[in-house]
């Protein structure tokens, strides 16, 4: 029996078709995936993530328990600034990539994958050891939406958040907007400015409508997780469980600018990603457009010299490039780079692929 | 938006309509609405054969790759040209030009055993 998030009605009014993802029951698309994708691009859109995790790390030791679970140094984030990282395993390999928002001296508050929360609540039970540190998933209390698009900043504005007072890029604060306390977060997961708002459940419905009507003369609609594929894709934003796992590490995963070089303090992990960044790695992420018409998918295998050596991470057309893309892991000792002809296994037979750089997509206004 | 009369349906989102002996093959507006935009079309060779339920084409849309199963027997004798440069039209016209492959059939009668009126498979799909 799957979850529902508390505007699974609206949703259904607005003709969401609906499938299973992580447990829940999420809207894929409202209208259809390029309309939407293309929405967020150029205007602005609104997503329905409730469904992911909202966990708060308070106590003495919240630092130094958060140092002992992540490459990123958090001794370096000042209150109110996030941080992307990663919950590395002993071996390096992730356990759940996420964002970890500092509130103030020693609360921190963390958002993570829904797929990954129950998993990821008892890593860090199993690493609380001696920390005097209380864990508090709030997940069932906070629901989340994320307002992305050139136009949120306007859409912000609109709903009473000046230019002059909204949070900076990978910042968070807490604000009274329509007499409702929210958390408003500048991150996202489309490559576009935007916004991630936290709510508590009873007030959800109400700031769903706000962002809908006063939206309207910004060309807002809702966005469905189809369109939120395609949009991370393209800004080459990894999804845990396609690109990441417990076998990849954030070296490999091309994530090697998210690991403090010289942080001092121990971390789970921090003996393989140390010398991975030494020594180099076996397997290595890259980004490949398909040269051909057939898009590549999750699982198919690359090939170089008739060789098998690697395999599709994430794979989807681009709305925007008009191409098919996906990410890929393939083998260092081949030497594959950046221009490199490969080739993908689709239906048992070979189509060519270029290797490119990521991101496929760039923001078109930097923050 | 209406079918057209006579066609015949397979649960899994195949349609049969017999004209002559010719069977023109396609998918139902059902199928389109759900599958969203369609970005390419994998269509079998002409001659070729297959048998009743046997995978013979694969439609793209943004999300994911499906499979489409021979809702009868035969040997394709035709394919939709027009749905290599141009998928959405699946979306837009999937009774009309949006056929997929147009197929001779010796089995037809016991193939289409199980295939159901178009009002039959909507009850049985919606």
Same mark, same amino acid.
């Given at each position: 029996?799957?979850?529902?998030?508390?505007?699974?009605?609206?949703?259904?009014?607005?003709?969401?078709?609906?499938?299973?993802?992580?447990?829940?029951?999420?809207?894929?698309?409202?209208?259809?995936?390029?309309?939407?994708?293309?929405?967020?691009?150029?205007?602005?859109?609104?997503?329905?993530?409730?469904?992911?995790?909202?966990?708060?790390?308070?106590?003495?030791?919240?630092?130094?328990?958060?140092?002992?679970?992540?490459?990123?140094?958090?001794?370096?984030?000042?209150?109110?600034?996030?941080?992307?990282?990663?919950?590395?395993?002993?071996?390096?390999?992730?356990?759940?990539?996420?964002?970890?928002?500092?509130?103030?001296?020693?609360?921190?508050?963390?958002?993570?994958?829904?797929?990954?929360?129950?998993?990821?609540?008892?890593?860090?039970?199993?690493?609380?050891?001696?920390?005097?540190?209380?864990?508090?998933?709030?997940?069932?209390?906070?629901?989340?939406?994320?307002?992305?698009?050139?136009?949120?900043?306007?859409?912000?504005?609109?709903?009473?958040?000046?230019?002059?007072?909204?949070?900076?890029?990978?910042?968070?604060?807490?604000?009274?907007?329509?007499?409702?306390?929210?958390?408003?977060?500048?991150?996202?997961?489309?490559?576009?400015?935007?916004?991630?708002?936290?709510?508590?459940?009873?007030?959800?419905?109400?700031?769903?409508?706000?962002?809908?009507?006063?939206?309207?003369?910004?060309?807002?609609?809702?966005?469905?997780?189809?369109?939120?594929?395609?949009?991370?894709?393209?800004?080459?934003?990894?999804?845990?469980?396609?690109?990441?796992?417990?076998?990849?590490?954030?070296?490999?995963?091309?994530?090697?600018?998210?690991?403090?070089?010289?942080?001092?303090?121990?971390?789970?992990?921090?003996?393989?990603?140390?010398?991975?960044?030494?020594?180099?790695?076996?397997?290595?992420?890259?980004?490949?457009?398909?040269?051909?018409?057939?898009?590549?998918?999750?699982?198919?295998?690359?090939?170089?010299?008739?060789?098998?050596?690697?395999?599709?991470?994430?794979?989807?057309?681009?709305?925007?490039?008009?191409?098919?893309?996906?990410?890929?892991?393939?083998?260092?000792?081949?030497?594959?780079?950046?221009?490199?002809?490969?080739?993908?296994?689709?239906?048992?037979?070979?189509?060519?692929?270029?290797?490119?750089?990521?991101?496929?997509?760039?923001?078109?206004?930097?923050? | 938006?209406?079918?057209?009369?006579?066609?015949?349906?397979?649960?899994?989102?195949?349609?049969?309509? &017999?004209?002559? *002996?010719? /069977?023109?093959? =396609?998918?139902?507006?059902?199928? !389109? %609405?759900?599958?969203?935009?369609?970005?390419? +079309?994998?269509?079998? &060779?002409?001659? *070729?054969? /297959?048998?009743? =339920?046997?995978?013979?084409?694969? !439609? %793209?849309?943004?999300?994911?790759?499906?499979? +489409?199963?021979?809702?009868?027997?035969?040997?394709?004798?035709?394919?939709?040209?027009?749905?290599?440069?141009?998928?959405?039209?699946?979306?837009?016209?999937?009774?009309?030009?949006?056929?997929?492959?147009?197929?001779?059939?010796?089995?037809?009668?016991?193939?289409?055993?199980?295939?159901?009126?178009?009002?039959?498979?909507?009850?049985?799909?919606?």
């Amino acid at each position: 029996m799957c979850k529902k998030t508390l505007l699974y009605s609206e949703q259904e009014k607005l003709g969401a078709k609906m499938v299973a993802f992580a447990g829940w029951e999420m809207p894929v698309s409202y209208t259809n995936i390029i309309d939407e994708h293309n929405c967020v691009r150029n205007n602005v859109g609104v997503f329905d993530v409730s469904h992911m995790g909202e966990v708060f790390i308070s106590g003495t030791d919240a630092l130094a328990f958060l140092q002992k679970l992540v490459p990123q140094d958090i001794s370096r984030l000042t209150a109110l600034k996030a941080v992307y990282c990663q919950l590395t395993n002993s071996t390096g390999g992730l356990v759940d990539d996420l964002i970890i928002y500092k509130l103030e001296d020693s609360k921190y508050f963390l958002i993570v994958n829904a797929s990954r929360l129950e998993d990821d609540l008892k890593w860090l039970y199993s690493n609380k050891l001696s920390f005097d540190v209380e864990i508090d998933n709030q997940s069932d209390n906070y629901s989340m939406l994320a307002v992305q698009g050139p136009k949120s900043v306007d859409l912000m504005e609109k709903l009473g958040l000046e230019r002059g007072v909204q949070p900076e890029f990978f910042t968070i604060k807490k604000v009274t907007l329509a007499g409702m306390n929210l958390f408003v977060a500048r991150t996202g997961y489309t490559g576009e400015d935007g916004f991630e708002i936290v709510i508590k459940n009873e007030d959800v419905v109400d700031v769903w409508k706000l962002l809908l009507e006063k939206g309207k003369e910004y060309g807002i609609k809702p966005i469905g997780l189809g369109a939120r594929d395609t949009l991370r894709l393209e800004a080459a934003l990894h999804l845990y469980g396609n690109d990441l796992n417990e076998t990849t590490t954030p070296i490999e995963a091309g994530l090697g600018w998210s690991v403090a070089k010289n942080k001092l303090e121990d971390y789970n992990g921090k003996s393989v990603i140390m010398k991975q960044i030494k020594n180099g790695v076996e397997k290595k992420l890259v980004g490949f457009k398909m040269l051909s018409k057939i898009p590549a998918r999750h699982d198919y295998e690359i090939y170089y010299n008739n060789e098998k050596v690697g395999w599709v991470t994430s794979g989807a057309p681009s709305p925007t490039l008009g191409e098919n893309i996906g990410l890929a892991y393939v083998k260092t000792s081949c030497n594959i780079n950046i221009g490199t002809i490969v080739q993908v296994m689709i239906r048992n037979k070979f189509y060519d692929a270029e290797i490119v750089k990521r991101p496929f997509v760039k923001k078109k206004n930097k923050v | 938006m209406s079918a057209p009369e006579g066609i015949l349906c397979a649960k899994s989102h195949e349609y049969i309509l &017999e004209d002559n *002996s010719l /069977f023109t093959v =396609g998918l139902t507006d059902y199928a !389109v %609405e759900q599958l969203g935009d369609i970005v390419f +079309v994998e269509l079998p &060779e002409v001659g *070729s054969s /297959f048998v009743k =339920g046997e995978v013979f084409a694969t !439609v %793209e849309s943004v999300k994911a790759a499906s499979e +489409v199963y021979a809702p009868i027997g035969g040997k394709v004798v035709e394919i939709n040209e027009k749905l290599v440069e141009s998928p959405e039209t699946l979306n837009n016209e999937p009774y009309g030009d949006g056929w997929l492959v147009k197929m001779e059939s010796e089995t037809a009668a016991l193939d289409s055993g199980d295939l159901l009126e178009y009002e039959d498979y909507k009850e049985e799909v919606l």
